[in-house]
Nanobody, 115 residues
Framework: VQLVESGGGLVRPGGSLRLSCAAS????????MSWYRQAPGSERELVAT????????NYANSVKGRFTISRDNTKNAVYLQMNSLKPEDTAVYCC?????????WGKGALVTVSS
């Protein structure tokens, strides 16, 4: 299983950014996917989850209405569209999935929101 994030970077407050996660090594369309984030000195936070077919999504209250998780099962990819970004959204964002008791993480993409 391999999860590789891309799309991180520096953005001004109020700006937008789209993260991508390319998945390989498993039957992508069979598994739910999530995005987590971890800011310096903070615990890891679940940001959003999407079901295997993409019909169901859940969001942390802190990002609801601003972030959108989506997936393309033809491309084995999951995305996180982040709008109206705030400095407190600064964190390393990681792609995640689980299969039974096995957990799989990407290495993460750094998002910095600063003026």
């Amino acid at each position: 299983v391999q999860l590789v994030e891309s799309g991180g970077g520096l953005v001004r407050p109020g700006g937008s950014l789209r993260l991508s996660c390319a998945a390989s090594g498993f039957t992508f369309s069979s598994y739910a996917m999530s995005w987590y984030r971890q800011a310096p000195g903070s615990e890891r936070e679940l940001v959003a989850t999407i079901s295997s077919a993409g019909g169901s999504t859940n969001y942390a209250n802190s990002v609801k209405g601003r972030f959108t998780i989506s997936r393309d099962n033809t491309k084995n990819a999951v995305y996180l569209q982040m709008n109206s970004l705030k400095p407190e959204d600064t964190a390393v964002y990681c792609c995640y999935t689980w299969m039974g008791r096995m957990n799989y993480w990407g290495k993460g993409a750094l998002v910095t929101v600063s003026s």
